[in-house]
């Protein structure tokens, strides 16, 4: 069974930066597309970012320029470097995997901005 374990969430002030990790297990890691999600409360899970086995990234207009998705297949690890925080950044953070076709989910990191 493929485990994803985030880490790294916590609570910051606006401007401030925070990066989230996840790590994943039981999987072929570098032949997989990773990805950040986030789920406000009241509001519905949403894409963040993504990135491809070939290292193709994505992201959500609201984070394009402010947020860094990038992994590490040594580590079987995929990070989201997020800077310049906005209060409506304050979400559940999961990570997703997709491998054969099947979507893999973390627990999820809490992240908290204050304006």
């Known amino acids: 069974q493929v485990q994803l374990v985030e880490s790294g969430g916590g609570l910051v002030q606006a401007g401030e930066s925070l990066r989230l990790s996840c790590a994943a297990s039981?999987?072929?890691?570098?032949?997989?597309?990773m990805g950040w999600y986030r789920q406000a409360p009241g509001k519905q899970r949403e894409l963040v970012a993504s990135?491809?086995?070939?290292?193709?990234?994505s992201y959500a207009d609201s984070v394009r320029g402010r947020f860094t998705i990038s992994r590490d297949n040594a580590r079987s690890t995929v990070y989201l470097q997020m800077s310049s925080l906005k209060p409506e950044d304050t979400a559940v953070y999961y990570c997703?995997?997709?491998?054969?076709?099947?979507?893999?989910w973390g627990q999820g990191t809490q992240v908290t901005v204050s304006s």
């Open positions: 039981r999987v072929v890691f570098s032949l997989i597309t």
């Open positions: 997703n995997a997709i491998q054969f076709g099947k979507p893999y």
């Open positions: 990135t491809t086995s070939g290292g193709s990234t």
